[in-house]
């Protein structure tokens, strides 16, 4: 998409917006619709309140949302409204002037200053203390603050996109969200579907997440695509696949080698201690665990094939301790 065409200019012009321009990855129905609505929503200057579970992406559809806005060019300043304690989150919201409270050395702008112009998101609107909901629903209105302990009215002009990772109907039964903020910020409402797929709850298994972790991954975020989704067709519950399912983790996840049959391919630029490891867990895969036959076509004592053995269990959970696996 040229540089200087909007989302509505590109929707009327029928010029698809596809993931590079948006960021977002996935081609599910789901997807597709946010996309659309992203397209839709984001030449107007109209709220938006995104929906998803944590971990769905909220942040990244609220700044594609501003960076297909006619205030691409201003802020976009994002606040997690649940990791500010409640007593200091209006002074962070809406500024405050020196002295209205112990610790204020000086006058600070908020959030809504700083964006002036721009976009702003509240993370977690529902964390938000229901007094300051109606606080914010008059700023909303008003398109007016009051700095804490100031007297002035000042105009901001910013964009409000909200996000929450609970269902409105919960937030309301629990007392978390106000139904006229909730009205308010709602003009759209943006639900992020969730990795899963299907109507299943498949996760990996800690086997496949370890092997995930250790492996070198060549091929990127491509071959990372294509293991999981092999994993996600071929197990149930979890997913755990061993190599013959799952060629890409062939060889030694830890090295630089890869099996092919009865071939083993070694990277340029593998030491010595790799290739020695590719070649002995290599070996041993083929006699089946067997260390016995593994030792002797290697040509090393048993005590030692233990003992090598035994050294890359130590490195191994070296590294997933400070992983944090463990």
């Not at 609505?37 to 971990?55: F, N, Q, Y």
């Not at 409270?101 to 002036?116: C, S, W």
Request: charged share 30%.
């Amino acid at each position: 998409m040229n540089a200087g065409l909007s989302a509505g200019d590109a929707l009327s012009a029928g010029v698809s917006l596809d993931d590079s321009e948006l960021r977002l990855i996935g081609n599910s129905a789901g997807m597709r619709k946010v996309r659309e609505l992203i397209g839709r929503v984001a030449p107007t200057d109209s709220t938006v309140l995104i929906c998803g579970e944590s971990g769905c992406g909220k942040e990244l559809v609220a700044e594609s949302v501003h960076a297909m806005s006619p205030r691409a060019g201003k802020p976009f300043v994002a606040i997690n409204c649940a990791a500010i304690p409640a007593t200091l989150i209006e002074a962070e919201l809406f500024g405050h002037e020196r002295g209205s409270f112990t610790g204020a050395m000086r006058t600070r702008e908020g959030v809504f200053e700083r964006a002036n112009g721009g976009t702003l998101l509240l993370d977690e609107i529902t964390e938000m203390p229901l007094d300051l909901q109606s606080r914010l629903l008059r700023v909303l209105e008003t398109k007016r603050l009051n700095r804490v302990g100031g007297s002035a009215d000042l105009p901001v002009d910013v964009r409000v996109i909200a996000s929450t990772n609970r269902l409105p109907a919960q937030a309301f039964d629990e007392g978390r969200l106000r139904e006229d903020i909730y009205y308010r910020l709602a003009v759209v409402t943006i639900e992020l579907p969730p990795l899963r797929r299907n109507g299943t709850h498949k996760r990996l298994s800690e086997n496949l997440r370890l092997r995930f972790m250790r492996h070198r991954w060549p091929g990127n975020v491509r071959e990372l695509r294509n293991a999981v989704e092999r994993a996600y067709i071929l197990c149930d519950g979890e997913l755990d696949l061993d190599e013959s399912e799952m060629p890409t983790l062939r060889g030694d996840p830890e090295g630089k080698g890869s099996v092919h049959g009865n071939e083993i391919h070694m990277a340029i630029g593998a030491t010595l201690d790799e290739i020695e490891r590719t070649f002995i867990l290599a070996t041993l895969k083929h006699f089946e665990g067997d260390k016995r036959r593994a030792a002797d076509v290697l040509g090393c004592s048993l005590k030692t094939l233990y003992n090598k053995l035994h050294a890359y269990d130590r490195e191994r959970a070296g590294r997933e301790r400070a992983t944090g696996l463990n």
